[in-house]
């Protein structure tokens, strides 16, 4: 049976030499695609607090992702790949540009459907997809749907990685209609 990510991206990093793990690091920290990793997250941290603060801000798929995406970069593919195997092939979820996809082919559905708009709005607010401004002017909104369309004409035409921020907070917020919705397809 497969491990679940998280456990296998902690063994990995459990596995790492220290100068290895120094790199992952550095590396995590030099990531240009938001959402931005901060340095009190990492910095003088065990290999398990690096493990809870990649699912935490990625999601475990997301972490996934960018664990075998680091190890790659920093000439670990051999722990890369053994991450891989340990997960069950797990990496292969959809890819960011499935996601941006996923977000807007069913545009018009999450629009109606999503209920769940204000953990979505704070995660977005923590991620840098939405600044202190446009999340008060969000907020004020009366109407769900009214604070998804403004979503939808701002922040989230930005770039695919804003799109893939949002498809992730999608799957931990509304996990349910975004498995409905994945299922149409």
Known sequence: MAKTIKSA?????????KVDFEKFCHQLLDRREPPRVKRNKVEDKS????????????????????????????????????????????SSKPAPTDDKNFVDKHRVE?????SNIAPILDELLDNEVI?????????????????????YSGPLQATAACKK?????????????????????
């Open 9 to 17: 991206v902690s063994d990995t990093l459990d596995d790492l030499t």
């Open 47 to 90: 290999r398990l607090q690096v493990t809870d603060a990649l699912v935490s801000i990625f999601t475990e798929e997301g972490a996934l992702r960018v664990t075998l995406e680091i190890l790659k970069q920093i000439g670990c593919s051999e722990e890369a790949k053994e991450l891989e195997e340990a997960t069950g092939g797990n």
């Open 110 to 114: 999450l629009t109606k459907r999503v």
């Open 131 to 151: 600044d202190q401004e446009t999340y008060t002017r969000i907020r004020a909104l009366s109407t769900t749907q009214d604070k998804m369309r403004e979503l």
């Open 165 to 185: 921020i949002f498809y992730d907070i999608l799957l931990k917020n509304e996990k349910f209609l975004v498995k409905e919705l994945s299922e149409k397809d």
